[in-house]
T-cell receptor, first 116, second 114 residues
Framework: AQKVTQAQTEISVVEKEDVTLDCVYETRDTTYYLFWYKQPPSGELVFLIRRNSFDEQNEISGRYSWNFQKSTSSFNFTITASQVVDSAVYFCALSEATGTASKLTFGTGTRLQVTL | NAGVTQTPKFQVLKTGQSMTLQCAQDMNHEYMSWYRQDPGMGLRLIHYSVGAGITDQGEVPNGYNVSRSTTEDFPLRLLSAAPSQTSVYFC?????????????FGDGTRLSIL
């Protein structure tokens, strides 16, 4: 069975600090997909990024960057120069390629609080 | 662009009552699913559908029924509400059936069972 672990329950930082959210996953599949979603205080879930298991290149999008390492089964998310608007719960999720349907397994989420 | 629309946004039920949570998407997505979100547990898959007339169980299906008569709609039914079903429910859809597609989520339904 697949599993996603986000060991950090809550992180508090001061604005402009860098912060890294950890995600460790377990799967028996060789083909799989990893996702990050953001849930701001308003409650909706916002898709941030998708990574497939064959692409270990790191990705940067503005202040966001993602570090995918298959050797350690990790897909960590870094926010550079954090802002108050980054305050949210962030979920890492895993989808295996077996079968014909997409079934996401979510981690328990990391609540990020950015203060002035 | 409506995307995924869930109704109602809030609901309070008494134990034993039944109700249907509505979910509609206007993106012609093949895949639709229901999740529940509970504190400290992330989101867990209840039921999903890969197309009209096809549904299957997720991780926590007990106490819930679904049907998919059209591509657009995927209602979730609570047959006899229990306090353990107090949760926030999210409907999601994605293009195609493949696991590489990001899912688009509705705004959620906050359900309280007294």
């Amino acid at each position: 069975a697949q599993k996603v672990t986000q060991a950090q329950t809550e992180i508090s930082v001061v604005e402009k600090e860098d912060v890294t959210l950890d995600c460790v996953y377990e799967t028996r599949d060789t083909t799989y997909y990893l996702f990050w979603y953001k849930q701001p205080p308003s409650g909706e879930l916002v898709f941030l990024i998708r990574r497939n298991s064959f692409d270990e290149q790191n990705e940067i999008s503005g202040r966001y960057s993602w570090n995918f390492q298959k050797s350690t089964s990790s897909f960590n998310f870094t926010i550079t120069a954090s802002q108050v608007v980054d305050s949210a719960v962030y979920f890492c999720a895993l989808s295996e390629a077996t079968g014909t349907a997409s079934k996401l397994t979510f981690g328990t989420g990391t609540r990020l609080q950015v203060t002035l | 662009n409506a995307g995924v629309t869930q109704t109602p946004k809030f609901q309070v039920l008494k134990t034993g009552q039944s109700m249907t949570l509505q979910c509609a998407q206007d993106m012609n997505h093949e895949y639709m699913s229901w999740y529940r979100q509970d504190p400290g547990m992330g989101l867990r898959l209840i039921h999903y559908s890969v197309g009209a007339g096809i549904t299957d169980q997720g991780e926590v299906p007990n106490g819930y029924n679904v049907s998919r008569s059209t591509t657009e709609d995927f209602p979730l039914r609570l047959l006899s509400a229990a306090p353990s079903q107090t949760s926030v429910y999210f409907c999601a859809s994605s293009y195609g059936r493949h696991s590489n597609q990001p899912q688009h989520f509705g705004d959620g339904t906050r359900l309280s069972i007294l």
